[in-house]
């Protein structure tokens, strides 16, 4: 029983303190896209992208409005323009998030 209080009290404590840790995105940071119905870079770099006719602006998964990228068929797309700081390398780290909107009839389950 010792023990197991133990083991909570130690990953309460390890939680608490990354938690508190604070992620400073302004060194390094190459590009940000909060998806806030634009496709505009609110980073220090200006990378803004263009969408076309197919993209439209919908609830994300915490039903926050326009907040994300709803794609209307096999055209639609957000494009960013070719520059030398979003060349990857080997090693790219990205984050990004995807949920159809609904199944697609034509592919395998």
Request: aromatic share 8%; glycine share 8%; with cysteine.
């Amino acid at each position: 029983m010792k023990t197991t209080f133990r083991l909570v009290i130690l990953i309460l404590f390890a939680s608490s303190c990354l938690l508190s840790q604070t992620i400073k995105l302004d060194s390094g940071l190459v590009a940000y896209y909060p998806l806030n119905s634009s496709a505009q870079d609110a980073g220090p770099n200006g990378l803004h992208g263009t969408t076309n006719a197919g993209v439209s602006w919908s609830f994300d998964r915490f039903a926050t409005p326009s907040a994300a990228a709803l794609f209307g068929g096999d055209s639609a797309l957000i494009r960013i323009e070719d520059d030398p700081l979003i060349d990857p390398p080997e090693i790219f780290p990205s984050a990004s998030g995807c949920a159809p909107s609904s199944p697609d009839s034509t592919s395998p389950t």
